[in-house]
């Protein structure tokens, strides 16, 4: 079965300052891992997803996550915040064959606020 | 424009009486899925369907059935609503293929009073 574990459920940052959320994952298979986001009173967007092509993603809005499979994690980067990236954030993980095909399963989410 | 519709957006009911959120997609998927979504516990899976006729629990059930009778709709239905079900329900669909990411609806925010 797969899992996902969030570090933190709220971070705070200052304007400018490097974004840093954690996710580690656990699953039997090769996994494909996702990072979505939530403004206030919104569903959900995708932000970026490992495929297994290259270990290194590039997202939308200036944000990166990069796999490591030696570490079981897939850590959500953004070296300036800006205020408009107050949001909630979720890692989540599917698996491509098997049972358990695309269902995805999330963690329980990373509150990011942003310092002017 | 792709898309899943949730409705209705809001609602607010009293214990016991029967209700159903309705969950469409435009884009031919096979796999569509019912999350909850409460603060601290992020979102949980409450049923799946990988196609037509095809439907299994997730982490949540108790308490909620589904349907999929169509490939394009994917209802949840609560047959006696409890206050512990108050909360944001998002429906997704996905292509079927774990390497694809998940669409969602705008979500409906249900009350049980």
């Not at chain 1, 705070?12 to 403004?39: D, H, I, K, M, T």
């Not at chain 1, 290259?54 to 030696?70: D, H, P, Q, R």
């Not at chain 2, 949730?6 to 309705?22: A, C, D, F």
């Not at chain 2, 409450?46 to 059935?65: A, L």
């Amino acid at each position: 079965a797969q899992s996902v574990t969030q570090l933190g459920s709220h971070v705070s940052v200052s304007e400018g300052a490097l974004v840093l959320l954690r996710c580690n994952y656990s699953s039997s298979v090769p996994p494909y891992l996702f990072w979505y986001v939530q403004y206030p009173n919104q569903g959900l967007q995708l932000l970026l997803k490992y495929t297994s092509a290259a270990t290194l993603v590039k997202g939308i809005n200036g944000f990166e996550a990069e796999f490591k499979k030696s570490e079981t994690s897939f850590h959500l980067t953004k070296p300036s915040a800006h205020m408009s990236d107050a949001a909630e954030y979720f890692c989540a993980v599917s698996v491509g064959y098997g049972g358990s095909q695309g269902n995805l399963i999330f963690g329980k989410g990373t509150k990011l606020s942003v310092k002017p | 424009e792709a898309q899943v519709t949730q409705n209705p957006r809001y609602l607010i009911t009293v214990t016991g009486k029967k209700l159903t959120v309705t969950c469409s997609q435009n884009m031919n998927h096979e796999y569509m899925s019912w999350y909850r979504q409460d603060p601290g516990l992020g979102l949980r899976q409450i049923y799946y369907s990988m196609n037509v006729e095809v439907t299994d629990k997730g982490d949540v059930p108790e308490g909620y059935k589904v349907s999929r009778k169509e490939k394009r709709n994917f209802p949840l239905i609560l047959e006696s609503p409890s206050p512990n079900q108050t909360s944001l329900y998002f429906c997704a669909s996905t292509r079927g293929q774990g390497s694809t990411e998940a669409f969602f609806g705008q979500g409906t925010r249900l009350t049980v009073v």
